[in-house]
């Protein structure tokens, strides 16, 4: 016959253990992409090389440089070029894809993801973007130097 406390204890344990389910709620998935388009000013064609790399660059709201949230490397883009950036590209994993964000295309004529002179950029104007933002617009208009 059985120890009557090695009986007790099963029972106790599968009452302790029974009450301990994860009874939380599953979090909502809050960490949505943005998404848009990136066109190229005409007034930049002829600078525009179809060699040149595509660097999407999402900063916090009203910065334009610095350790960037999160980037895309696009290798010889065409335009205009469909974009969607997530938490998948974020620069440090598993953080939380959280806005209100501002975006850089950046045309690289070297490949290098830092501006030097003669790469292309242009910011996304208008109101801020947050995650589940679509449609947004990016032009790249103008020449960086110094």
Partial sequence: MRNPFFIASFFLMGLLLGGCENKEEPKEETSQGISGTVFL????????????????????????????????????????????????DMMIPGGEFMGPFSIKAKLSKSGDAISQPGDLEGFSSGSEIHPGSEAIQVTIDHVVSN
């Fill in 41 to 88: 000013s005409e007034s930049l064609l002829k600078s525009y090389s179809p060699k040149d790399t595509l660097y999407l660059i999402v900063h916090p709201a009203g910065v334009k440089r610095g350790a960037p949230i999160a980037v895309q490397r696009i290798g010889e883009p065409k335009f205009p070029y469909s974009f969607k950036v997530g938490p998948e």
